[in-house]
């Protein structure tokens, strides 16, 4: 079974920085697209960066130049490095990803449970 599980968040002060960190866990054949979202209270969930497989990355405008995403593939990570951060930049962080588990070689989307990021003075 597969299962993401993300760590990192936290209560900075605006002008700092966290890093998120999202593991992939159990049989894992491939990964291919993966994504950070973000959603703040009463807003819908939102796509924030998004790293694919051959190494291209995407950003919400929002973020760029602020935030980078990263894969170690070896060892099924991804990263969230977020700098310059603004309370506007508050919500709960959700890893995402396509992941094709051993038992059946077919990608699915699975999602991890979340870590809040609190910006604030």
């Known amino acids: 079974q597969v299962q993401l599980v993300e760590s990192g968040g936290g209560l900075v002060q605006p002008g700092g920085s966290l890093r998120l960190s999202c593991v992939a866990s159990g049989s894992i054949w491939s990964m291919s697209r993966t994504g950070w979202y973000r959603q703040a209270p009463g807003k819908q969930r939102e796509l924030v960066a998004t790293a694919y497989s051959d190494g291209s990355t995407a950003y919400a405008d929002s973020v760029k130049g602020r935030f980078t995403i990263s894969r170690d593939n070896a060892k099924n990570t991804v990263y969230l490095q977020m700098n310059s951060l603004k309370p506007e930049d508050t919500a709960v962080y959700y890893c995402?990803?396509?992941?094709?588990?051993?038992?059946?070689?077919?990608?699915?989307?699975?999602w991890g449970q979340g870590t809040q990021v609190t910006v604030s003075s």
């Open positions: 995402n990803a396509d992941i094709a588990p051993y038992s059946d070689y077919r990608e699915h989307d699975y």
